[in-house]
């Protein structure tokens, strides 16, 4: 039997964006073929159409989750750091990185640096990361909105999932130990 969280009947009603949809309105989670028997591990990357609860999260075997928020990457007027200087500071609190492999904007210049302190925080960790990159949908009626700001705040969470992608990779050829 599943277990799932219920809250009190005595609880106020979640407001209607807190809700889960209907079961006729979430999409599968794994379309038939996605994932073959002898290749569980191949697709990482992957989105979702509703929230995942930390219950959710839990279950699926993640130990860690790290959140980095998109619509922080766009640019503003009363920002002092650019997008891509705030994308940097933030990778690299989240994720731990010595001030000195801190790079001072995220871009092809320092992306082995950025690569090198995301290699660094994947090794030793224990356990499943899962790295949740929020506020990714584009257009009206987003956190991102659209036009050239969201255009710069997508390229740079491009630029991020290059970099994970890379990092784990060349650490996972390195055949590291307590690899996240």
């Keep these: 039997m599943e277990y799932r969280p219920q809250r009190p009947k005595s609880a106020a009603r979640r407001p209607q964006s807190g809700r889960r949809p209907p079961a006729s309105l979430v999409p599968e989670r794994y379309p038939a073929g996605l994932l073959d028997a002898d290749d569980d591990e191949a697709h990482w990357l992957f989105s979702t159409a509703y929230r995942l609860t930390t219950t959710d999260i839990a279950l699926a075997g993640f130990t860690t989750a790290i959140l980095l928020d998109a ?56 356990g499943d990361l899962l790295i949740i990159f929020q506020n990714t949908g584009y257009g009206d009626g987003t956190p991102l909105g659209d036009g050239e700001d969201a255009l710069t705040a997508m390229n740079i969470v491009a630029m991020a999932l290059e970099c994970i992608n890379a990092a784990y990779c060349g650490a996972e050829a390195e055949g590291a130990e307590g690899l996240a």
């Design 71 to 126: 619509s922080r990457w766009k640019p503003n007027v009363e920002e002092e750091l650019s997008p891509e200087d705030t994308a940097a500071a933030e990778i690299a609190y989240t994720f731990g990185f010595t001030e000195q492999m801190t790079p001072p904007t995220i871009s092809r210049k320092y992306r082995g640096m950025v690569v090198a302190g995301l290699q660094k925080s994947f090794i030793g960790r224990g």
